[in-house]
């Protein structure tokens, strides 16, 4: 049975990938620093091949504990401040998490022969496309335009470009698509998720810049997604990178507007003209899909029916909780 360390387990990602690679048979180490509690954690508590630790991934000394103590076989790294207004809001933060603590992990992974190392990145490392009828992909121009993707970036070029290929050492980037969907650690700032919890409580929602593109996936294919990086031929993966999510699940705003509507006929929606935005990109997935067989399970209206059922039967006590926001 494999070990795997999952750093941010206990995050919107992480609680979902915990669930999942404990179900498959892992032995899972969860470190996190619960910054938003642990609850997303409980419905997994007592399972005989989950070990939580609490901790913080700055701290060199308290991650070498972790190596003495586990017989680490995969590293999963979420832990972040994730997303352009949390990073905005404290940069000398992220700055400290997000490049300064994933390349310590990198390099202490690496040193302890570590064979999987599965960094989560960004498709917004992509900014703007420069051909708007066109696809991005792997191998197109990087040009992030905010710290959260510029630490992204940096942390790649160091797995890429910066770390010795060392033995076994198995490293891959996934960049993935604008994430949705219900998490035990529930976020409404998320566009689908806050489109559809502002419209089936009834509110006029206000959208600025109808006409930008995004890719999107379910948080669900996430995990699915980096279970393919433990278990794929480390020959192909190794050094790589990895667009995450499906090409036909590129949306507009206004397209995503249209299929709350579908659910939610009266909704009340505004747009606001914003010609600008300098992140607009429309991406391809068919290195994952042709190169590991990666196939998406849910769509766009899957997580729309499942936000707006999760709303309309009131499971939530109160979903504009700033609990689930990252800011």
Known sequence: MDTVLITGGAGY??????????????QVVVLDKLCFGGESLV?????????????DICSRDFIWKIFDRYPIDHLVHLAAIVGDPACAKQPELARKVNYDASIALLEMAAARKVKRFVFASTCSNYGKMSDPD???????????????????VQVERAILNGIDHRGDFCPVCLRFSTVYGISPRMRFDLTVNEFTKE????????????????????????????ELALTSDADKIAFNVYNVGSTPENYQKSMIIEEIKKFIPDAKVRYIVKEEDPRDYRVSFEKIKSELGFRISKRVPDGIREIKKLIDDRMLRDPDDSRYRNI
Request: aromatic share 14%; hydrophobic share 40%.
């Open 199 to 226: 419209l089936a409580l009834g509110r006029e929602l206000s959208v600025f810049g109808r006409q930008f593109w995004r890719p999107y996936c379910h948080v669900q294919d996430f995990s699915r997604a980096i």
């Open 134 to 152: 066109g696809y991005i992909d792997e191998s197109s121009p990087l040009a992030p335009v905010s710290l959260y993707a510029e630490l992204k």
């Open 43 to 55: 419905p997994v508590w007592g399972r005989k091949n989950l070990d939580f630790v609490r901790g």
């Open 13 to 26: 990602v992480g609680s979902l990938l915990v669930g999942y690679l404990l179900d498959k048979g892992y």
